[in-house]
């Protein structure tokens, strides 16, 4: 019986010994790339966007919600001769409008 509880003893202590080691190798492991998330981007990165996309003077860009989203408003006096409203999602860059008058 001494044999076997040695035997025991020494079985669990070899096991209690690789754990920290197995832990080890687990937590320096490279994480799951993570998802690309889209950067949130400024009103200078708004108002070149709507320069681009419809060339003109700009009369005034702000924060704004439209359409249920925190938007950057840019206005813009087009050379085409209209006045445009274009609306970019503050959080992701993404165009929710664009409105001539």
Known sequence: MKIRSTLIA?????????????AADTAAAPAAPAAAVPAPITKEQAVEMATKAHPGKVTKAYEDTHKGKQTWEVKIDGEDGKKWEIYYDMKTGELVDAKSK
């Open 10 to 22: 020494a079985t669990l202590a070899a096991t209690f010994a690789a754990i920290p080691a197995f």
